[in-house]
């Protein structure tokens, strides 16, 4: 075992078990013209991290990690989008609607991809979610299994939705979490805080929080 500096406290893994889940570093989150900016959101924030992601995919990619990138994105004839979700929003642009990299958050279309930087290698897995976990219909719980995954670092955005909702799916199926405080972002600073301060809690009521300096230390020691 391979131990890190962490919150609340020293965070414990093996390369062999540990994944490494990046989520949603999507056009459709990151860029203007896409889901976020049509919400209002200002999309700059978001960028600042690419080039720590990009680390830090890169260091676990050296150590052997298994590396999972998630998009969240529906089916081009909507049926896995529940009116729920696309009756909330800007009502001029919702999911499904023309936009300029396509229409919005549906697979295949050219804001549903990762960012070119972080674009996935040959052989990872990457998994199209229609929800905000990445555990809810889809087959990353077997994945996971299959290979034997008991850790599992996150990075990616938005920190307070998709983010903390699958740490918050792991947590529950027994993962040891840990979310990479400077490889996740949120539209909102304030939100971003509280979601971290909040799954630490409680004496890591949901898992564990460390820097990408502190994890790429651990993982090439
Ligand atoms: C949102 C996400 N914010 N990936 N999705 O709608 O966090």
Known sequence: MKTMTATPFDYAFDLATTALIVID??????????????LGNDVTRLQAIVPTVARLI??????GLMVVHTRECHRPDLSDLPPAKRDRGNPALRIGDPGPMGRLLIAGEPG????????PAPGELVIDKPGKGAFYATGLSGALQARGIRQILFAGVTTEVCVQTTMREANDRGYDCLIVTDATESYFPEFKAAAIAMMTAQQGIVGWAAPSDAVLEALDA
Request: net charge negative; glycine share 18%; aromatic share 8%.
């Open 25 to 38: 570093m999507q056009r459709d989150f990151i860029e203007a013209g896409g889901f976020g900016a049509a």
């Open 112 to 119: 549903a991809d990762i960012l070119p930087e972080l674009a």
């Open 58 to 63: 890169g260091g676990a990619r050296a150590a």
